[in-house]
């Protein structure tokens, strides 16, 4: 199950998206009522699977009874040509799903797949990778399961979870102490802090920081926060990383280091349905 996240309202919201209260006017043209037929779904690059059960939960909206075979759960990192799910039903069903469970599978997928390439290049640092609010409205739920899947550990859901004081609210409450400790006076549990000067550390934590996001510093201004804070609060790098950037900031000492193109630009994997003889 994925919390705050209803399955059932997504797969008729897609589904409503491809027929638009109509039909699937080219399976109905083409196939003939009652016709069976048998497909797999196979992954034609090496992946990260993510969101099996809801590219299943398309199938079986349209077709009850389709019987589906799962060959692989969601988290496998699996070879370029392995199947991943078996299923025969009803042909025109499952050829109206296809796109809508498809197009969910390979996004999710390609979230996961691109997450475990950053954890894996910061293998041995101790650091934990994180992701962010930065996703497509509306997928939030799916799109950091997927980060999940790939091994990554999710940041805020959203607003509601953490302050997350940033250089905006900084700007409007003039300066980083007077931000905190208004946060603080609230009464709120974690207050995480965006800085991206090293004067502006212990500000914060007099305040009462409880997390310092570390924006846009290079490797050795991280490595100076770090010393700096000295263990009494998380800390976190955050900012232009990439690939070939993560394992030095990671390095560092920092916490944390978020990356937000774990949702906006992981590709979609390659995974295809295809008819499959009996």
């Known amino acids: 199950m994925i919390d705050n996240f209803d399955r059932d309202a997504f797969v008729t919201a897609v589904l409503d998206e ?12 083409v196939i003939p009522p009652g016709t069976r037929f048998q497909a797999v ?5 090496i992946a990260v699977v993510a969101g099996m059960e809801i590219a299943e939960a398309f199938f079986r909206r349209l077709d009850p009874d389709v019987e589906i075979e799962r060959l692989i759960e969601d988290g496998a990192h699996v070879p370029a040509g392995t199947n991943l799910m078996r299923l025969t039903g009803k042909a025109r069903a499952m050829l109206t799903a296809e796109r809508s469970a498809l197009n969910t599978l390979q ?20 650091c934990i990778l994180l992701d962010t609010r930065k ?18 550990q999710n940041h805020r859901m959203g607003l509601w979870d953490a302050a997350m004081i940033k250089d905006n609210h900084v700007a409007v409450a003039g300066d980083v102490a007077t931000a905190v400790k208004r946060a603080a006076d609230a009464g709120i549990a974690d207050i995480i ?4 000067r090293i004067d502006q550390i212990e500000p914060a934590l007099r305040a009462g920081a409880t997390h310092l996001l570390l924006d846009n510093m ?3 201004a991280l490595r100076e926060a770090v010393a700096l804070v000295d263990g009494r609060v998380p800390t976190e790098a955050s900012g232009g990383v990439t690939l070939d950037t993560i394992h030095d900031k990671a390095a560092t000492g920092v916490t944390y280091i978020s990356v937000g193109r774990l949702t906006q630009s992981a590709p979609a994997a390659d995974i295809g349905l295809d008819y499959a003889a009996a």
């Open 193 to 196: 802090v965006e800085v991206d």
């Open 18 to 29: 491809d027929l638009l209260g109509g039909s699937d006017v080219t399976s109905e043209a």
């Open 135 to 152: 996703t497509i409205p509306g997928l939030r739920a799916l799109e950091k399961y997927a980060t999940r899947m790939g091994g990554a």
């Open 218 to 220: 290079d490797v050795p």
């Open 107 to 126: 996004h999710l997928t390609g979230i996961a797949t691109m997450t475990r390439h950053y954890v894996e290049a910061i293998e041995g640092t101790g």
């Open 41 to 45: 779904m196979d992954s034609r690059d």
